[in-house]
């Protein structure tokens, strides 16, 4: 049934200001926008990580009806291999706290989480079995 994890869409009302935050942040550009340049885009994607998952940022008029404003709901964690030094990163780039650093029971799981300036929670997780599952497709 579910095949793995496909594009998480965070929502922004300066699309402009998200994609040179996460530029910055990621170290790469999107690699899609719609509509395409010169247009300014309602949509941008970027792929990240081991498995390029897929981060898609969306212009907040596109937000589906009733959708709030505030932080809150899921939260997707993102595997980091240095928790402290990504959540200090992104405190320095204006990110505020919105769990701090915890420890999850034994076995070396420990996450927290962000609030991105355009008000997307943002979760960041040290996870030994993503290592192991990466280990062995190695």
Known sequence: MFRGFA??????????????????????????????PPEPPAYLEFRVGDDEDELGF???????????????????FWHVDDLAATLDRLLGMGATVYEP???????GFRTASVVDPFGNVLGLMNNPHYLEVQARRA
């Not at 996460?22 to 170290?27: E, V």
Request: charged content about 20%.
């Open 7 to 36: 594009t998480i869409s965070f929502y922004a009302d300066d699309l402009a200001a998200a994609r040179a935050w996460y530029t910055d942040l990621l170290g790469i550009e999107p690699y899609y926008a719609f509509p395409q």
């Open 58 to 76: 969306i212009d907040r008029r596109y937000a589906p009806s009733g959708a709030s404003n505030t932080p809150g709901g899921a939260v997707m």
């Open 101 to 107: 650093v915890t420890e999850r029971g034994t076995g």
